[in-house]
């Protein structure tokens, strides 16, 4: 069994910073690409930052410059550093990563409970 725990959320003014951090534990033969989403209120899931085993990244237009990934294979956690936070970013983030349990099964996706994070002064 594969669980993903998530913190490091909370209330934040704009312009200030947040750290997440999320912790794939259980039965992993290895990990390929992890990730952090975001759900606001009334709107779909979207794909804020991702970060593939060989450490390429992709980002989200609206947080290029202001966001960071990065992921520490030795203990299969990924962070996402939030930097200059606008009240847009307000959300629900949800850690995602693709894991093989087994070396001849398929990796599949996993999810995080998710971690509120609110910009508002």
């Known amino acids: 069994q594969v669980q993903l725990v998530e913190s490091g959320g909370g209330l934040v003014q704009p312009g200030g910073s947040l750290r997440l951090s999320c912790t794939a534990s259980?039965?992993?033969?290895?990990?390929?690409?992890m990730g952090w989403y975001r759900q606001a209120p009334g709107k779909q899931r979207e794909l804020v930052a991702l970060i593939h085993n060989g450490g390429s990244t992709n980002y989200a237009d609206s947080v290029k410059d202001r966001f960071t990934i990065s992921r520490d294979n030795a203990k299969n956690t990924v962070y996402l550093q939030m930097n200059s936070l606008k009240p847009e970013d307000t959300a629900v983030y949800y850690c995602?990563?693709?894991?093989?349990?087994?070396?001849?099964?398929?990796?599949?996706?996993?999810w995080g409970q998710g971690a509120q994070v609110t910009v508002s002064s």
């Open positions: 259980g039965s992993i033969f290895s990990i390929d690409a």
């Open positions: 995602n990563a693709l894991i093989k349990v087994y070396y001849s099964t398929p990796y599949r996706d996993y």
